[in-house]
């Protein structure tokens, strides 16, 4: 299994690793390679939450997740999206901004392409920074059976009753991002506020077409796939979205995977300003391994066997979102994003792992405990 799902992963970083090199010999080989690794800790926590939404997908759009979807993070998000930015930011059109782009320059000089995208950082740090919020916020203020972090958790999703919580914190967070950290106040309100209204109305359409689905589809024995979805520890084929609610899920996916990649490619222009090397390195290695992941997730059910990694993972979001709202106005490291992310998504599992042993260990003890027999006098 881990071949098939991770072979066209390792075929494609061996062919861009040969690429960076015939392109630019031994230091673009190894830059290509420290993208791609930079790419992957970064964005292991995008891997699990998407594998979250990948098992309610009907398989039709899990295959249009894998083939369309990775067409759009490679070229779309990875090449496309920072020419389009440079392009709106400097009013150049797609033949000057690529132009631009291939004389690569130094990041830190005025006119450069890599410099041009740096100017756009705070926009774009307020769209992704809020967007990402809002999906860490929807998650901490909802009630769960199970919780990793109870003594803050619970706590939170007790205040989390109240009406569009998430939506309160989310501006007052994006307010004082604003007035405190940003020289252009209201370009960054406009942009947190876009990024906030993409959240909603995405996964809002995607959460109104699924319930659609659900009673469209509904059986008549509830209680059977209830007991079906238990065993299997996902959703059972009927539960999984398809048609519009496969969409928008796809589409949510989608925008998800564009906040997370926005830290990298401002990131990847710290490491270097040549695009084909970035395309090389966050695109095809990084991205394809990303979306492998995603994969062997939803193969292997981890996330039923290790129940606190999705907690792990929203509060990976939640610290990515605060270090893009932070960094509107501080730089902060990509080393430091990626050890953050890292570090919850290893207590997570680590957690799970302690808890599953324990539980193992719970239901050895209740085997071995044996009825005590009485006599009749």
Not at 146 to 174: C, F, H, M, N, Y
Request: aromatic letters at 10%.
């Amino acid at each position: 299994m881990f071949f098939r799902i991770f072979g066209w992963s390792i075929g494609v970083t061996i062919v861009s690793l040969v690429v960076a090199f015939l392109y630019g010999g031994w230091s673009a080989f190894v830059l290509c390679l420290i993208l791609g690794v930079l790419e992957v800790s970064l964005s292991f926590d995008n891997a699990v939450v998407n594998a979250k939404v990948l098992e309610r997908m009907s398989e039709f759009w899990q295959k249009i997740f894998l083939t369309v979807g990775i067409a759009i993070a490679v070229f779309g998000m990875r090449l496309v999206f920072p020419l389009l930015i440079v392009g709106i930011t400097a009013n150049l059109n797609p033949v000057e901004a690529i132009t631009l782009a291939m004389e690569k320059g130094d990041p830190h000089e005025p006119g450069t392409y890599g410099y041009l995208l740096n100017e756009a950082h705070p926009q774009i740090a307020a769209f992704g920074g809020m967007f990402l919020l809002m999906l860490f916020l929807d998650f901490v203020f909802e009630d769960r059976e199970i919780t990793w972090l109870s003594w803050l958790e619970r706590p939170l999703a007790r205040i989390g009753k109240l009406d569009q919580l998430p939506v309160v914190v989310g501006g007052i967070a994006l307010v004082l991002a604003a007035e405190l950290l940003a020289e252009d106040p209201a370009i960054v309100m406009v942009s947190g506020v876009l990024g906030m209204i993409t959240y909603i109305a995405v996964n809002g359409l995607g959460s109104l077409f699924n319930v659609e689905h659900d009673d469209e589809e509904a059986p008549a024995d509830a209680e059977a796939v209830a007991d079906t979805a238990a065993r299997s520890g996902g959703p059972t084929e009927l539960a999984k979205a398809t048609g519009k609610a496969g969409f928008f899920l796809f589409l949510y996916l989608e925008v998800l995977d564009a906040s997370f990649s926005f830290d990298g490619v401002i990131g990847a222009f710290a490491i270097t300003p040549d695009p084909i090397i970035i395309a090389l390195g966050l695109g095809f290695i990084g991205a394809m391994f990303v979306r492998s992941i995603t994969v062997f997730l939803v193969r292997k059910g981890t996330l039923s066997e290790y129940v606190y990694l999705e907690h792990g993972a929203h509060w990976a979001i939640g610290a990515l979102a605060a270090i893009l709202l932070v960094s509107i106005g501080f730089h902060v490291d990509e080393i430091i994003t990626g050890l953050v992310g890292v570090a919850f998504i290893g207590a997570a599992f680590a957690a799970s792992v302690v808890r599953n042993r324990r539980e193992r260990a719970e239901g050895s003890a209740d085997g071995d405990r044996k009825p005590e027999l009485t006599t009749a006098s």
